[in-house]
C-alpha cells in the first residue's frame, strides 16, 4: 500500500460545477495535510492546509479532514478551465517536516 | 511567503559529469528541503538541508551521490554527482516559513542527462 494514494484521472468536470478531489493516506500518526496545484512546466503551489478533522474552506476550495478514515479531500467550487492542473497531496510524516506526496490527479475542466 | 529562486533553470549534462543547483531565499528561514520529481511522477524527498551540519537523506539517497551544503539560513546547494541518464529530473528546493509546517517551493531546476 501507498503511503499516500490519489486516484491520477483525469477528472474533467464541466465549467462551474464542483470538482472533488480524494486522497487517501496509511501512516495514522500523520498530522499536518496540504492540497498543492501544479500547472505543467510548474513547480507546486500551496492551495490549502488542514491540520483538524472537519472543513476548511478558503475562497472557492474547502478541504475535508477525516483522520478516523485517514482521507482528506478538496472540492473546489465553480471550477474554471483555469483550475485545470495536476493536484498534489501531501502529508506530513509523524509530524516530521517531511511531507510524502502523493501521484497527484490530473483535473481538465471543460468550457 | 518567502521568494525562492533557483539556478540554473535547466541544464543539459553529460553522463558522468556532475551539476551544482543552488537555491536562494530573500529571508531567513529554518528549514529548508530538496526534491527531486522524475518525469510524469510525484515529488519525492532527497535530504533536509541543515545550516551548520551534515544534511539529513531520506532511504534511497546518499551523500556521494547528493552532496548538499547550507551554508547560512538563506542559501543551499545540491550536487548531482557522476551523472546518469537516471537522473534526468525536475531538482526543486522547498522551505519551510509560515510557522505552520506549510513548504513553499522554489521554480524547479529541469536537468537532462544525455
Known amino acids: 500500500q501507498k503511503e499516500v494514494e490519489q486516484n491520477s484521472g483525469p477528472l474533467s468536470v464541466p465549467e462551474g460545477a464542483i470538482a472533488s478531489l480524494n486522497c487517501t493516506y496509511s501512516?495514522?500518526?500523520?498530522?499536518?495535510f496540504f492540497w498543492y496545484r501544479q500547472y505543467s512546466g510548474k513547480s507546486p503551489e500551496l492551495i490549502m492546509s488542514?491540520?483538524?478533522?472537519g472543513d476548511k474552506e478558503d475562497g472557492r476550495f474547502t478541504a475535508q479532514l477525516n483522520k478516523a478514515s485517514q482521507y482528506v479531500s478538496l472540492l473546489i467550487r465553480d471550477s474554471q478551465p483555469s483550475d485545470s492542473a495536476t493536484y498534489l497531496c501531501a502529508v506530513d510524516k509523524s509530524g516530521t517536516y517531511k511531507y510524502i506526496f502523493g501521484t497527484g490527479t490530473r483535473l481538465k475542466v471543460l468550457a | 511567503s518567502a521568494v525562492i529562486s533557483q539556478k540554473p533553470s535547466r541544464d543539459i549534462c553529460q553522463r558522468g559529469t556532475s551539476l551544482t543547483i543552488q537555491c536562494q531565499v530573500d529571508s531567513q528561514v529554518t528549514m529548508m528541503f530538496w526534491y527531486r520529481q522524475q518525469p510524469g511522477q510525484s515529488l519525492t524527498l532527497i535530504a533536509t538541508?541543515?545550516?551548520?551540519?551534515?544534511?539529513?537523506?531520506e532511504s534511497g539517497f546518499v551523500i556521494d551521490k547528493f552532496p548538499i551544503s547550507r551554508p547560512n539560513l538563506t542559501f543551499s546547494t545540491l550536487t548531482v554527482s557522476n551523472m546518469s541518464p537516471e537522473d534526468s529530473s525536475i531538482y526543486l528546493c522547498?522551505?519551510?516559513?509560515?510557522?505552520?509546517?506549510?513548504?513553499?517551493f522554489g521554480p524547479g531546476t529541469r536537468l537532462t542527462v544525455l
Open positions: 501512516d495514522r500518526v500523520s498530522q499536518s
Open positions: 522547498s522551505v519551510e516559513t509560515s510557522g505552520y509546517n506549510e513548504q513553499f
Open positions: 488542514i491540520y483538524s478533522n
Open positions: 538541508a541543515n545550516q551548520g551540519s551534515e544534511a539529513t537523506y
